[in-house]
């Protein structure tokens, strides 16, 4: 089975503070990304990357940065983080292929609380 | 850019019978994938059912099945004999497909519906 491990469950951090998400999947999927859940407003799509060092800006990147050093880990960054960054972080990943049905997989989600 | 639309946000089904939930999305594309995701309370998100819109044949797995209506944008789920694990929240999802990205395009989430399963 495709793991998809996400370092916190749970992560409380201070205003202003750089905060650092990490995920690391074993299957090695060429496709990470980093959503954001909110109640009400699903998921939305934070950063992707489709290979190592790359990235691609999804729908709300304002605010988060990404780092792929190696093809199994995404970490997402939280530069300076503000109040309204508390929620829900889902990693996903999954195989890439332009014309593929393959599935996102993904991590059981890192609640961060930002104070 | 697509959007993915739940009109739904709570459902509830009496146990052992058979529930429907909404999806309509907008697209101008004419080749893309559609899924159903599934998030048990604080559980994982795990794929339901997927979709190819080339495919004119509705998707089924064991008691998922979906409607999916392309001239109408329309992907619902069925799910029959309801069971106490299905209660969960019920995510309707877009991706695109071809080349863009490599096909790393990410999925665009409807806001979900929230199944209660009544024993």
């Known amino acids: 089975d495709v793991k998809v491990t996400q370092s916190s469950r749970y992560l409380v951090k201070r205003t202003g503070e750089k905060v650092f998400l990490e995920c690391v999947q074993d299957?090695?999927?060429?496709?990470m990304f980093w959503y954001r859940q909110d109640p009400g407003l699903g998921l939305r799509l934070i950063y992707f990357s489709y290979d190592v060092k790359m990235k691609e800006k999804g729908d709300i990147p304002e605010g988060y940065s990404v780092s792929r050093e190696k093809k199994e880990r995404f970490s997402l960054i939280l530069e300076s983080a503000s109040t309204n960054q508390t929620s829900m972080y889902l990693c996903?990943?999954?195989?890439?292929?332009?014309?593929?049905?393959?599935?996102?997989?993904f991590g059981d989600g890192t609640r961060l609380s930002i104070l | 850019a697509q959007t993915v639309t739940q009109s739904q946000p709570e459902m509830s089904v009496q146990e052992a019978e058979t529930v429907t939930l909404s999806c309509t999305y907008d697209?101008?594309?004419?080749?893309?994938?559609l899924f159903w995701y599934k998030q048990p309370p604080s559980r994982q998100m795990i794929l339901v059912i997927r979709q190819e819109a080339y495919k004119q044949q509705n998707a089924t797995e064991n008691r998922f099945s979906v409607n999916f209506q392309k001239a109408a944008k329309s992907f619902s789920l069925k799910i029959s004999d309801s069971q106490l694990g299905d209660a969960a929240m019920y995510f309707c999802a877009y991706r695109s497909a071809g080349l863009s990205g490599g096909g790393a395009d990410g999925l665009t989430f409807g806001k979900g519906t929230h199944l209660i399963i009544q024993p």
């Open positions: 299957m090695d999927h060429e496709n």
């Open positions: 996903a990943s999954s195989f890439a292929g332009a014309y593929s049905n393959q599935p996102q997989h």
């Open positions: 697209t101008s594309e004419s080749d893309y994938y």
